[in-house]
């Protein structure tokens, strides 16, 4: 997620984590080299020993402005004074400074957190759609932007996906929700519709791949939808013609030169995320999600995906 000049990552282990750029003299957050994992807790939330507030997060949605809705999908600890508190949270974001601010933890007695909530996209209705790693389920939440002590902010069932699949990652084009789930890519049509409460189940898309977990959906809001498929890479399907194209299996590791293949984590979220300049963001593990110090993060400029027919 890029805010302002600030690059953000989900982190399966460390919350949800601020990157400083390689040269912190060029504004740009893409320049070249490495981006450094920031060590200011000021700029990130969650993660550490204690999992303050948490510390598994899956997908982030951002309304383009300085605020930042995360997935935290963290089994409650159970005991009391557990520091752990799992749910869908609102975030603000300083975009000069970075600091990270939390908000407020959303619609915290709907039973969000049992469920595990992985998958976010702040739908074009203003409300936020949410999907789970324990069943197929997508809700909204209405006015994520009040506080959750006001009663207009609600949970409504929206649908479900195809054959109850766990979702793994969602995204609007238009008024459509496009879910990437555990068994293949589906389509919500008309999500937003006032008459969407609970019987708007997402239909599954035969883009190549039916059957294989999607792991990460992004879209440009319109006609594409970027999507990672385990064990497949990063391929673009397109809404208008149905064909679908490969973007990228893999990229080359910028240290040593050597060309290195994406390696999805099955269960969870993945990160794959077009920003404001139309540039891709991929994120994978090389251990699934066993091992700290595995993750990696891509990136793929709008440049390379415009040489795409």
């Not at 460390?14 to 000021?42: C, E, M, Q, W």
């Not at 976010?120 to 809700?139: E, Q, R, S």
């Not at 919500?188 to 898309?205: D, E, F, M, P, Y």
């Not at 040593?256 to 077009?274: I, K, P, R, Y």
């Amino acid at each position: 997620m890029v805010v302002g000049n600030n690059f953000y990552a989900s982190d399966a282990v460390n919350g949800f984590r601020h990157y400083k750029p390689a040269n912190p003299g060029n504004p740009d957050p893409i320049n070249s080299g490495d981006l450094v994992f920031d060590g200011d807790t000021s700029r990130s939330l969650g993660g550490t020993s204690l999992c303050v507030l948490f510390c598994h997060v899956g997908q982030i949605a951002y309304d383009g402005n300085t605020t930042v809705y995360v997935a935290a999908y963290d089994h409650a600890k159970g005991q009391k004074g557990s520091l752990t508190f799992p749910g869908v949270w609102r975030i603000s974001i300083d975009q000069i400074s970075g600091v990270v601010t939390p908000s407020a933890l959303l619609v915290p007695n709907a039973g969000l957190a049992g469920n595990q909530p992985t998958s976010i996209a702040l739908g074009p209705d203003g409300n936020l759609y949410v999907g789970f790693l324990k069943n197929g389920n997508v809700v909204r939440i209405v006015d994520p932007t009040l506080d959750p002590s006001d009663k207009r902010q609600i949970v409504q069932s929206v649908g479900t996906a195809p054959n109850g699949s766990p979702v793994r990652s969602l995204a609007f084009a238009g008024t459509n929700l496009y879910l990437g789930t555990s068994t293949g890519l589906a389509v919500i049509k008309n999500a937003v519709a006032s008459t969407c409460l609970g019987g708007c189940n997402g239909v599954a898309i035969s883009d190549g791949f039916s059957g294989t977990a999607h792991v990460g959906v992004s879209s440009d809001g319109l006609n594409r939808i970027y999507m990672a498929v385990n064990g497949q890479g990063v391929w673009r399907y397109t809404i208008s013609t149905g064909a679908t194209h490969l973007v990228a299996t893999g990229g080359v590791n910028p240290d040593t030169g050597v060309q290195s293949t994406f390696a999805f984590v099955g269960g969870n979220s993945n990160l794959v995320m077009l920003d404001r300049l139309g540039n891709l963001w991929v994120g994978d593990d090389t251990s699934d999600g066993n091992l700290n110090f595995s993750g990696r993060i891509w990136y793929i400029s709008a440049g390379s995906l415009a040489s795409i027919p």
